[in-house]
């Protein structure tokens, strides 16, 4: 039952379908997603041109869905993939590639590299060359429940907390409520300021919401690492809780991959549409902001920037909603040369920021953000989020640069309007 | 090798003739380096066909002509004299042609066979015209047949230059119902280089421009598949023509009195076959460079292609299929449409069994694989 290269290889067979046959045959092998991708051009190394990560899976595609790749392949002509190749080609794959889509805009025939990444990443991990921290996450999310270990009682503990700070209550298993609100482990243990920031926003704005306890954790590793079969289960907790509960609306925390990976991926994974809507907390807040309740005071003195999380803007749409929220607190900003859909990665999507090994060539691909925020010169980085902000923050601290990163969602309840 | 002053005039060449005719070297240096040019060749090499031509003896030259019209005659003597074309004329040593030559009867026979016999294995045979096959009878010069003539005379020439479309492909006498049998010289001469230089008639500068190279280079120039020199019907009317940028934005008239025709538009649709004629007229132009049938309003009918007299309709666009090429195409469809079931089917067959062998992966598996 093991993981070997026959699985892996059939793997790649069973995810090559029309996209990829039409997006392997139509690469015209111009190179402009080299230009467009991060890992290109922080390190000049060809071998990070985002159409060579996916090498193997196209000579897969070749030998086994095209006629002259089956004749060749009848003659003992072409080159069989191997497992040492997939092990040469892990790094690229995994490591360089935060599956942020850039490359996927610039290419002039349309071709989608990260649905493809996506794709063969599958081939990669039941042919056993995922990365081993990937692995430790996808076990920990399947077994402990989380990409991180956090258990329920942690949850709890930081209810308590935001409880006691807050003075709001936070519910937990609400049956009928019409938000269900998901965290990212990221935000239970490094920005717990995201929970108390929903609170105060949902009291003002009127809501009933709830946290699940079987279903708190938002992150997915199985997509990161490419197992449909592991993220199937993760997406069906929350699919599970939500039904459960009754909820109108699940709500995405800012974290870019789980909302793709629940909003898009979640019901193909689970095989029917889901009974509720699946929104990212900007679209939220957003659409609270355009019915009036969210009333905001005073703004933000410091210049601020704002960083688009990839997945957000280039995979999931949400472009227009946190300028609209930024309006409201912020007179002072300014967006980088290429911000919106074409903004530069942070470098740690896609689960590139778990990865160790990864870290170096990470922050040699962070010097393209750095360069970004220095021309800005802004203050304060604002973005929505949370691995894009743990990301920001230790390539900032790498380089010296004393900018703050704050979560859009915190920056507005910080403005909220007190009283009433 | 740089011979930049006078070349020397050598007595009985073509540099005596010009000389006496009180061509100046310069005006004859100009004249080679637009015949170059026309014939696609490096301006350096305007001056080694000066100094080619002007050395070279006068050419001995036979033309026969068969079932024809004389027009090909009527355009080569179009040289405008006295402008440069004429030179050409003066290279060579035209011994016999019908319409040209001042002898008539016994003695205009025995000017062919004196020439045949002086020169040969080196003397330059033109015909123009077709060979009826069907009975001899319908084209005999002095009793003797146009096959047999052309036999006995093809047999010495050094090379044989078939001019006008009657000659090189059959022209208007071979045209369905083709009742005199006619053939081109080619179908019969095999043994000879045979150069073609089609049209009805040919452009005056590409017949005089083909004898030019022979002359300079004593061989015959590059060719086509269908015998005709590269560097006068390498290209098509349709490349070439000035109309060109309304057919590629698609203005095209519709009749020849419309606002379409009178502002110059395209005329593909009013039967142009420039896109699968090639010849010079576009770039040379006729009548010393005036105009050409597009340019006084009338398409391109193609008579410098095999059979254009039976290739359909002159006013009639060339996008209509004929029949066999629907058939084709239709063939063609069904083949690609049952070739791709065929590759659909292997290729889903493919993906299922790789569904089918698919084992879930979990993370004891993943955890199993790390070391």
């Given amino acids: 039952m093991s993981v070997n290269l026959a699985k892996g290889i059939n793997a790649f067979k069973e995810v090559i379908d029309a996209p990829i046959a039409s997006f392997f045959s139509s690469c015209v092998h111009c190179g402009l997603c080299a230009e467009a991708c991060l890992f290109y051009t922080e390190t000049g190394d060809p071998q990070y041109t985002p159409i060579h990560k996916l090498e193997p899976l196209r000579r897969v595609w070749k030998q086994e869905y095209t006629l002259l790749g089956k004749l060749g392949k009848m003659l003992g002509l072409s080159k069989p993939v191997t497992d040492a190749e997939l092990e040469e080609w892990k790094p690229l794959v995994y490591n360089s590639c935060t599956m942020c889509s850039r490359c996927a805009m610039a290419c002039p025939v349309g071709n989608d590299m990260t649905y493809m990444i996506r794709k063969m990443r599958e081939g990669m991990a039941a042919s056993g060359h995922a990365p081993a921290d990937l692995i430790g996450a996808s076990t920990r999310s399947v077994e402990i429940g989380s990409p991180m270990g956090i258990r329920l009682p942690a949850v709890k503990a930081q209810m308590k907390h935001v ?4 003075g709001i209550e936070i519910p937990l298993d609400v049956a009928g409520a019409e938000y269900l609100v998901l965290m990212s482990s990221m935000e239970i243990i490094n920005f717990p300021e995201y929970l108390a920031a929903v609170a105060k926003i949902m009291k ?22 490419g197992v449909s079969d592991i993220a199937k289960i993760l997406v069906q907790r929350i699919v599970d809780g939500a039904e459960k509960l009754k909820v109108k609306t699940v709500i995405s925390p800012e974290c870019g991959h789980a909302y793709t990976a629940l909003r898009w991926e979640g019901p193909n994974l689970v095989g029917r549409p889901y009974t509720f809507d699946v929104l990212h907390i900007l679209e939220v807040l957003d659409g609270f902001r355009s019915a009036g309740l969210l009333k905001t005071t005073g703004f933000e003195d410091a210049l601020l ?15 227009e909603q946190p300028r609209n929220l930024l309006k409201m607190v912020a007179k002072n900003f300014v967006d980088t040369t290429d911000h919106g859909q074409m903004n530069w990665c942070c470098g740690g999507g896609g689960g590139v920021s778990a990865i160790e090994e990864a870290e170096p060539l990470r922050l040699q691909a962070f010097k393209k953000k750095k360069s970004q925020l220095e021309e800005t010169g802004a203050k304060t980085l604002v973005t929505a989020c949370a691995n894009c ?22 920056m507005i309840a910080d403005h909220l309007t007190e009283g009433e | 090798m740089k011979k930049t002053q006078k ?20 005006e004859f240096l100009q004249y080679c380096t637009s015949l170059a040019a026309l014939l696609a060749l490096p301006p350096a090499m305007a001056s080694v066909m000066a100094e080619a031509i002007s050395k070279a003896r006068r050419q001995s030259v036979i033309w026969l002509s068969f079932q024809e019209c004389t027009g090909c005659t009527e355009s080569i003597t179009r040289s405008h004299s006295p402008t440069l074309e004429n030179l050409i004329f003066d290279m060579i040593s035209l011994d016999y042609h019908h319409t040209l030559q001042a002898a008539s009867g016994e003695a205009a026979e025995h000017a062919r066979l004196q020439s045949m016999k002086d020169n040969e294995g080196k003397y330059l045979l033109i015909v123009d015209g077709s060979i009826p096959m069907g ?24 090379a044989i230059v078939a001019v006008g479309t009657c000659a090189t492909y059959g022209g208007i006498p071979m045209a369905d119902p083709n009742p005199t049998g006619a053939v081109s010289v080619s179908d019969i001469v095999k043994d000879k280089p045979i150069i073609n230089v089609p049209g009805c008639p040919p452009i005056p500068v590409v017949m005089t421009g083909v004898l030019a190279h022979f002359l300079t280079f004593g061989g015959i120039p590059e060719l086509d598949a269908l015998g005709r020199p590269k560097s006068f019907y ?30 110059g538009w395209c005329l593909f649709k009013l039967g142009c076959k420039g896109p699968v004629t090639h010849n010079a007229c576009a770039t040379t132009k006729w009548n010393d460079g005036t105009s050409f049938p597009i340019e006084s309003g009338h398409g391109c009918i193609g008579c410098s292609e095999p059979k254009f007299w039976d290739a359909g309709p002159f006013y009639k666009a060339l996008s209509m299929p004929v029949s066999a090429t629907t058939a084709m195409l239709g063939a063609s469809v069904a083949a690609g449409a049952a070739a791709g079931v065929a590759i659909t089917w292997h290729n889903r067959s493919t993906k299922a069994a790789a569904k089918a062998s698919h084992e879930t992966v979990t993370v004891q598996d993943l955890a199993r694989e790390e070391k």
Avoid at chain 1, 309 to 314: D, G, I, S
Avoid at chain 2, 245 to 250: A, R, S, V
Wanted: a negative charge; aromatic letters at 8%; one cysteine or more.
């Fill in chain 1, 389 to 410: 902000r743990i990301v920001l923050e230790e390539g900032l601290e790498h380089y010296h640069m004393n900018i703050p990163v704050v979560g859009l969602t915190e």
């Fill in chain 1, 305 to 319: 920037t704002f960083h688009d999380p990839c997945q957000l803007v280039r995979r999931g749409g949400v472009l």
């Fill in chain 2, 135 to 158: 009975n001899p009878g319908y084209s005999v010069i002095a009793g003797i047949s146009n096959h047999d003539m052309l036999v006995e005379t093809a047999k010495g020439a050094a």
């Fill in chain 2, 7 to 26: 070349t020397e005039i050598l007595p009985g060449t073509v540099g005596e003739g010009l000389a006496q005719r009180g061509v100046t070297r310069r």
């Fill in chain 2, 234 to 263: 390498g290209e098509t009317i349709h490349d070439r023509c000035y109309r060109r940028p309304f057919y590629d934005q698609g203005k095209f008239a519709e009749t020849f009195d419309d606002e379409a025709a009178r502002n």
């Fill in chain 1, 204 to 225: 003002q704005a009127g809501k009933t919401w709830t946290l699940c306890s079987e279903a708190f954790e938002a992150t997915n590793s199985g997509i990161q690492i």
């Fill in chain 1, 163 to 166: 409880q006691a700070d807050t």
